[in-house]
């Protein structure tokens, strides 16, 4: 029996993409993109005219730590989470350092034309809030790419984050600037559509023989150990990305606090899952690297609101206990029967706790008071200034509520669109028996696999 | 031969343990615990109140870069620091998660009823400091788990955990509060009654027959490196440990120059005497990772004083001596003669440099006079104000030394309690032959592992 | 055939090197090291003399985050980057760690006789700015490691490290203080002289019979995974590096933002190049780990000018392509008509990007207008104040280039004198065939090596 082997060389589209889409990222930076007032040598006389007493008040000292906390995640805690494959971890990584650093320039031009454009002379101007909004936007691409790990081309990863990061910027405007709804975590804005864009993607894109490859769809003891990195990395810099956009003061000082409680309440009852439906309460490694994390996901739009530390708490409880049965039955359900094959489950991770965390935000907005916020404070979280000065928090509640419908609308509805056009045969995807190997887009040296080989030789003559 | 098998199964503690506990703390910290005026929405009302000019004043803004430096310390530095047995790194990394995430939040209850209960409303407000003292009180807990690694199922840990944290609040409470003694880095608190506390519940647990697991009591290259990820983390961040807590400006500033000259001169003087007890000059990586740490340990309660850069140095320099001397000699000794089992050595690494740190804070307390401090800046540095106004420096010095007989009292005793506890035979620990084997506790994918089990199964053979 | 196999026994040379060293260090810092006045206990009275409002002012809290992260890149950076040989991992991460620990207190006096000594007391006055310049000065040494890695014994690497911060610490005086050129990334004074420092030594250790240890010159996927921990914490931290001894509020605002993203765009250029070179398209890990970092390298010394966003991206365009480049056709030319073995390829990674990042400097001073800056933004981004406040940008565009050809003539000049000093035969360096072997310096535990064993025993009969 001799496969279909599909062309794999990306020996010319691969360069294209990445000099021609790098050139229009120069040419557009150079028409529109300068720095802005807080980055630019005329900050000292900025300074003056606005009575700022010291450096220490410009914006970077805010929001600086939160910043690098944000980069290591995006970097290291998203590439690191997907080395779990026993042989997918230079794509893993890699393509995750690609995508990212394509991203976060694209980012910075289509949030910069919603969001820091300065209508006096036509340019974005960006400062270091930019740079952690451009981190956050190309989150939810990375979330997206853990759906298809493995079975796409690094083409393809370009192509979905192109438009991810394109269907990111609008739909972040119409909820954040439109509806004006809160999401400092991003709970909907990040999470709900990243996960239901990739998702949607792999629900296109369905393979029904990827089992042909399934020998290399699992960990091993080393990889496992590559994945915690990520699962740590993202786990103690979660408080820092909830408050890293956060308003000066309380507001980021509160959402570190949730977020905090949130992710270690999640650990436990994760672990309590995890151990409760296997066989002699041994744990299994895939919910202590992805479950653990569904509390920070689902405290995300809450996360500055006086949610209390108890309410943060219970929030992660529910979720580490909904994510981990997510990996049990509903991972299998999702291949099974809506035929969407999802390499990381995020839909544990990232899906359903989205979609709890805008449920948590819209109910925790309609029902604040003016006791507990106090009334400046009231008005300073929700910014129930200019146009919104006359809403209440009920009409916020319903607000936020519209909000994840727009995420669901725009990650469903983008992916099937995405997931068409990366359909087209021009891609260089691997066949169904070379998905999770690393052997097809990089120069892998061999040594240790040998044992690999072995084994993979095995299980194909038996498939054959 | 057929040896005793334990009963390992804990498909019902752990999760029984896991669900009551975290509903408990859910429950616990919506009766007590609220956010301060720094992290609520009624800070702008505070602010102006107090006169603050900007939110860049908000304590969250000088102690948020150091809380995430500590963070990574506790979850990836403890849990990576202990992967480096051959078999047992989910159990080091995974084990290291729970404990601290459950630790975390009982710590924030017991430190918080004795230092920020408000007693016009009976809560406890909690700020980022809280969250930091949180970290620093699970670092003893993991400490301990240091001693007794591989040997223990995670519901003992937890148990473990919660009499740790309680027992930590207390002697806390006594050396910081009643004694007024002053220890910002944790020399007494957390690493003298950490590893006593440890080293006493390992010598209640003393296994004769440890050794049959011995074909697993130790590294191979791969874990050595992960090892090292732990190490780095700890040596690179201790001096945002030391730190961290210290008094604004000059405190934070002189904790952390003092932290960074004892690691750097502590490394030097551990591969000096690791390389001149081996053969040829090798060095050994158990010192390397383990050894080159005992400066920061060290230099813990002093770090805040005017110690000088090369008192700091001191310091290191004859900690990675006898550090290093304590792996060579020491351990041995311990097992062999005092039936104390320490799995990772923290006599070396916490206790005997801990001990030492309670020494030098106490002799630099008693040393330091006006001229040096300056009148203001000794008295900010030592707090003597109020009840302790007319308290001077000599007096201090016994107080400092008063502090580290408690810490080491708590240690021992409470390690011998809890060893008992943990004796009984319903926790579900590993009989002498399957310690150290993450297939206990943990769902293991095979592929490489069948090297390592034609070794086990070779020495097993040997043995019997 | 019988090999004449050296000595390599170090068991005296590197103890008593690290004893009187680390002894001397002590003496030394007795004699001259101080706390400034910002990390002295007289702080409090100082910041009443200099009106300064607030705690937060403290040079502390404005460079505080950024050292943190240069300190993970000397450490975790530096180290794990060089661990991508298949068997010097212990060598790489360790010795790094052994090199690094001694040069930051070298480096704190040596500096500090230049930069911050008190003439009123002849002391040398230490705060956070020194503990960075410190970190920066060993980086130059650790680059010049990259050269050598595999090839040296750790004497040698203390004798390079003591020799290298001295004649960093001379050539940056010339240049920052003599010449008044800025370099606030060290493109010049760091990546410049620190890769032609290491080259020049490698050329003199030039090893003729160096292929006779060929088969472990080279990576496994394991330890291509653990350098990547290394790239990822260089990279995400770049832009900490830049910016860290930047000025207060704008001038690390912007280097912050310049540095993200050269390096963003030099991700895709690298990713191009790789591919394109290979048969059908696959990717090369070691141009992702490498060359990806380029334009952080090269953006360097203007990080802190008006270079715009769009000038960023054009200095990591071409970075990553030369980058890349040189590892396909100059490191072979290197070794094979200069006899010049660069083990990591530094000549691709810091020298041709250093001395790009140089010119562009250079040229970016020499354009400098008082429209784009500001007359008050010009003087304080070039400092053209006291006995230079007469020099214009033009003029300054000169010195930057007269600074580039310092540090190669210091990196060149020293790197023969050393290299020389190394070529003696006391040292302890390995044989051609012990090269690039842990068991050499360090206790390797064996199990896995099984494997690798008989691949050595095999390649070394073929060779024979």
Redesign the interface.
């Known amino acids: 029996l001799l496969w279909h082997r599909e062309n794999?060389?990306?020996?010319?589209?691969?360069?294209a993409v990445?000099?021609v889409?790098?050139?229009s990222?120069?040419?557009l930076?150079?028409v529109f993109?300068?720095?802005n007032e807080?980055?630019?040598?005329?900050?000292?006389?900025y300074?003056k005219e606005k009575n700022i007493?010291?450096?220490?008040?410009?914006?970077?000292?805010?929001r600086?730590?939160?910043f690098?906390?944000v980069?290591?995640m995006i970097?290291?805690g998203f590439?690191f989470l997907m080395?779990f494959l026993?042989?997918y971890?230079?794509g893993a990584?890699?393509f995750n350092?690609?995508v990212a650093?394509?991203g976060?320039?694209w980012a910075?031009l289509m949030q910069g034309w919603f969001h820091s454009l300065d209508y006096t002379d036509g340019k974005i101007k960006?400062?270091?809030e930019n740079?952690i909004n451009a981190d956050f936007c190309v989150a939810g691409c990375l979330i997206a790419y853990g759906a298809v790990l493995g079975k796409v081309s690094?083409v393809q990863l370009l192509v979905m984050t192109l438009f991810g990061v394109t269907l990111f910027a609008v739909e972040e405007y119409i909820i954040l600037n439109v509806l004006h709804a809160k999401d400092a975590g991003g709970s909907m804005v990040i999470h709900t559509f990243g996960a239901y864009y990739g998702l949607s993607i792999s629900w296109v894109l369905y393979r029904p023989n990827l089992d042909r490859s399934k020998h290399l769809n699992?960990?091993?003891?080393?990889s496992?150990?590559?994945a915690?990195?990520g699962t740590?990395?993202l786990?103690?810099?979660w408080?820092?990305f909830n408050s890293a956009i956060a308003d000066?003061?309380?507001g980021?000082?509160?959402a570190?606090?949730n977020t905090?409680?949130a992710?270690?309440?999640t650990?436990?009852?994760t672990?309590?899952?995890s151990?409760?439906f296997?066989?002699?309460?041994?744990?299994?490694?895939v919910h202590?690297q992805n479950s653990?994390l569904a509390g920070g996901v689902a405290v995300g739009t809450a996360a500055e609101f006086?949610l209390?530390?108890?309410g943060s708490?219970?929030v992660g409880?529910f979720c580490g206990i909904i994510s981990t049965l997510g990996y049990i039955y509903f991972s299998p359900f999702l291949e099974e029967k809506l035929k969407i094959q999802d390499t990381c489950g995020i839909h544990n991770l990232h899906a359903m706790p989205g979609v709890i965390g805008g449920i948590v935000g819209a109910i925790s907005a309609a029902a604040a008071t003016n006791t507990?916020?106090?009334d400046?404070?009231?008005e300073?979280?929700f910014d129930f200034t200019g146009p919104f000065a006359k809403r209440v928090p009920t009409i916020q509640g319903g607000y936020q509520a519209a909000g994840l419908c727009v995420a669901l609308c725009f990650g469903i509805g983008g992916g099937i669109f995405v997931g068409l056009v990366l359909k087209l045969p021009i891609w260089?995807d691997p066949a169904d028996e070379n998905c999770f190997d690393d052997e097809?887009?990089?120069?892998?040296?061999q040594?240790?696999?040998f044992?690999?080989t072995f084994?993979r030789f095995f299980s194909i003559k038996a498939i054959t």
């Open positions: 794999t060389n990306i020996k010319w589209s691969l360069p990445c000099f889409w790098q050139l990222m120069i040419i930076f150079g993109v300068r720095y807080e980055s630019d040598t005329h900050w000292v006389d300074r007493t010291s450096d220490i008040e410009n914006d970077y000292y805010f600086y730590p939160s690098q906390d980069h290591v970097f290291v590439g080395t026993k042989r971890s230079f990584v890699g350092f690609l650093a394509f976060i320039q910075l960006i400062g270091i740079l690094p699992g960990s091993v003891y080393q496992d150990m590559f915690m990195i740590l990395f786990w103690m810099f408080p820092s000066h003061g309380d980021q000082h509160r570190a606090i905090y409680l992710l270690a309440s650990v436990l009852t672990v309590a899952m151990s409760l296997e066989k002699t309460g041994k744990l299994d490694m202590i653990t006086m209390s530390p108890y708490l219970i409880f507990v916020y106090g400046l404070g009231l300073n979280t260089g097809i887009y990089w120069e892998v040296r040594v240790f696999f044992l690999l084994y």
